[in-house]
């Protein structure tokens, strides 16, 4: 928007000040560094579902571990560090100010590295609250939760001290990302701690379920969408020297986006035990994403109408191109797996990694490699090192997209098809789990190979973009000059509602925002918090006893919900298969909820009694000792590493804190109660020949896998 001068403009004298490009350089080398270890540790992944052999059998390199490793790598240092790349140059240049507080980013900088090493650390040693996308544990998330208000501050107060009269679009989804992120994070992450490294939610079961779906939605929706719709609405007209398409249609993409956004979080439930209303809720809103999501990829392809020359020729714009377009594809897909036939094929399945990846791997993937290669020319005072190599990446890269989500895609409709197939006589067909997960082996082969294409074009990147590095010389701080806000106010000029109410006030348009963000989540849980009808209770379900809870921590350490789920849908199928469907009062004694989101193995929700504790026993020590084919990573420590119950009584603690009903006291004879179960369990596996000592954790898992769906008639 152009800001025209006031009368005697010519006697202003303009302001000097200096972009801080230093900054924005270290936030680009995280985002590079980060990115290709989080990719490294997701292709590790994907090999391990091909070859098991490397798990390595050791606790630290399990799949289990390592994939929550994967996921907040690429979520949080890859994509974060690249939002924040694109933030501290884009901000200031739209604004025409410098960031408020240097320290302040400085500080964002170095701490927000620092959480990531910390996660890189913990994770893998088992050290996590088991919920999808926010598993870090209490220490951490504190950390974060004032490092993201840092960068928020900085924002506002930059914005507030711009030089400039209305505030651009990008800002407005910029501001929108924190405040959001802030409030989810805060919220989803509330739990009580038992240790420095231990912690449990304080909401349990469906409430557990809801808040962390409302959160895992939404760090999707706020931390890898909205964030990039900002840097697409700055870089995109950069690169290509034209305005952005329609600044009315920012402006409803915005606030339809922000607002509809909050509720969807339910689809990732339907036909679990969460209240039907709240799932109809989830569905219809998620149905109705459609059309701003669509309006937002419109307004950028549109931007390069008439310019198709220029994308045929700049390869930045190439990247582009297909990162909106991937955008619109998987923001179709969303509201498509949110119509409860489709979910009912999609759910569970690796259609959802495909899905998942088409967003990740194309649309954040892909526009940080197109704003990298616009931006180090730049900062370095050099053209690109090299542009064949750059067209290289994009079509390796894009190569690595198909290779990677076609057989995933293909993968979920063989998984659901034969999960829900029967005979001619009414029985399962493969009602061996096992029989599912043997036909994938060569989708997941190519899969993996997409995986190293797409690395591969990563890699070359960072030699161009090293080479460009090397060849220019940075520009630490960028001169540049600007009038006083003051000087290009105007306060009686003609104006657009939301220029005048909105765009010309920073706090008010982070308020707003604020609270249209928090409409949604407010009317999804608080009747399902405080309605007691929602959560009907169960008289027979009974608290877990000291060594079943020691058991629970011990599958939550190992991560199992990555792979196992615990929630039978009320599908014909599922019931033949696992047993009676399950009930939302079956979980109210579970802190945090480990409904699970994806059946690489089989539902465990009714497992307790279908084996010997012998069975179990031998499963965890060989996994194809008892299921030949199997690809689950051997969990043999569990068969040597003691039991830390000195840990039983804090535990017990805290449950009775978060409302679990243990009698007074019970604190002070858990660890004889648990003695007493895992002698009982010691004995059994003698029994069947095996010698084991009561006090190896692997008793404890057994006490709690045995336990599970045993609570209710079957």
Known sequence: MSNLPNPGIASIELDEFQYDNKIVR????????????????????????????LNMDLPYTTFSRIRPLHTNAVIFAFVGNGFFTGLYYSAPRVLRTPMWSPVLSRFHFWAWQFIIIGAAITLPMGLSSAKEYAELEWPLDIAIAVVWLSGLTNLVMTTIHRRVEHIYAAIWFYIASFVTVAMLHVVNNLELPVSLFKSYSLYAGVQDALVQWWYGHNAVAFFLTTPYLGLMYYFLPKAANRPIYSYRLSIVHFWSLIFLYIWAGPHHLLYTALPDWAQTLGTVFSVMLIAPSWGGMMNGLLTLRGAWDKVREDVVLKFFVVAITAYGMATF?????????????????????????????????????????????????????????????????????????????????????MWK?????????????????????????????????YIIGFIVMIYNLWMTALKGNLVPYEKAKAMPLAAVWHAEKKEFWHQRLLERKPLTITIVALLVVSIGGMIEMIPTFMIESNVPTIASVKPYTPLELQGRDIYVREGCYVCHTQMIRPFRSEIERYGEYSKSGEFVYDHPHQWGSKRTGPDLHRIGGKYPDSWHYNHMEDPTSMSPGSIMPRYGWLLEDDLDTASTPGKIRAMQTLGVPYEKGYDKIANAELHKQALGIQSRLKQSGIKANENKEIIALIAYLQRLGTDIKR
Not at 430 to 453: C, D, H, K, M
């Open 26 to 53: 270290n936030f680009a080398i995280a985002t590079i560094l980060f990115g290709l270890i989080g990719m490294l540790v997701g292709l590790l992944a994907a090999f391990q579902l091909v070859f098991p052999n």
């Open 333 to 417: 897909e969303g509201p498509m797996l949110a119509f409860k036939n489709v979910n009912a094929i999609a759910h569970y399945t690796d259609w959802i990694v495909a899905h998942v990846h088409v967003g990740a791997l194309g649309w954040n993937g892909f526009l940080t490699f197109g704003m990298l290669y616009w931006l180090f020319p730049r900062l370095y005072n050099r053209p690109l090192f090299s542009t064949k190599l750059a067209s290289f990446h994009f079509w390796i890269g894009t190569l690595g997209i198909l290779f990677y989500t076609i057989p995933m895609y293909w993968a979920g409709w063989v998984q659901s098809s």
């Open 421 to 453: 197939e029967f005979t001619p006589e009414g029985l399962l067909k493969y009602p061996n789990f096992l029989e599912t997960v043997t036909q994938l082996a060569p989708l997941y082969f190519l899969r993996s190979i997409g995986g190293t294409l």
